[in-house]
């Protein structure tokens, strides 16, 4: 598919001077970054937190996970 970009002239010529250096036409680079840029986007999406977690029963009797306010307050009763 064709397209037309706007590319500013310093990076254009660096890009020209890479893609002939590595005898690529300037396409070829242009796709190449592009495959890492989107390569980089689908990594992050796809990250998930691993579980981490310590085992045991869950929360004290009498507390909820949405009231972590009384989470906190027990967590320091006993505390000077």
């Given at each position: 598919?064709?397209?037309?970009?706007?590319?500013?002239?310093?990076?254009?010529?660096?890009a020209r001077a890479?893609?002939?250096?590595?005898?690529?036409?300037?396409?070829d680079l242009?796709?190449?970054?592009?495959?890492?840029?989107?390569?980089?986007d689908?990594?992050?999406?796809?990250?998930?937190?691993?579980?981490?977690?310590?085992?045991?029963?869950?929360?004290?009797?009498g507390?909820r996970?949405?009231?972590?306010?009384?989470?906190?307050?027990?967590?320091?009763?006993?505390r000077?």
């Amino acid at each position: 598919m064709k397209t037309s970009i706007e590319i500013s002239d310093p990076l254009l010529k660096r890009a020209r001077a890479l893609a002939a250096r590595d005898k690529r036409t300037l396409r070829d680079l242009v796709e190449a970054g592009l495959r890492l840029v989107i390569e980089r986007d689908d990594k992050r999406a796809g990250f998930q937190l691993r579980d981490a977690s310590v085992g045991g029963r869950g929360l004290r009797e009498g507390l909820r996970y949405d009231d972590w306010g009384k989470v906190l307050e027990m967590s320091y009763e006993g505390r000077t």
